[in-house]
């Protein structure tokens, strides 16, 4: 089974720094990335990849950094 990227809407990105802020879905606290490699412009709105660890109802739990997990609701699934 091939791991699922989901690209999770981005609420601010930081030019020339590798980070992007997104917002947790359950917490609804934001959540900074750093080291971002993949951003991606959807519907005119930055979008960050990042690998799904879990699904459940229409959420993706997503590992942010070492010890840091966020639960997101995807914009768009790739397989």
Do not use: Y
Not at 14 to 26: K, V
Not at 30 to 59: F, H, T, Y
Request: hydrophobic share 40%.
């Amino acid at each position: 089974m091939s791991p699922t990227e989901v690209l999770v809407p981005c609420l601010d990105i930081g030019a020339g720094t590798q980070t992007a802020t997104i917002r947790d879905a359950r917490t609804k606290k934001p959540v900074r990335l750093s080291g971002v490699k993949k951003l991606v412009l959807v519907d005119r709105r930055a979008c960050v990849s990042l690998r799904v660890i879990s699904e459940e109802r229409g959420q993706a739990l997503v590992r942010v950094s070492d010890n840091v997990f966020a639960w997101v609701v995807p914009h768009v699934t790739e397989r």
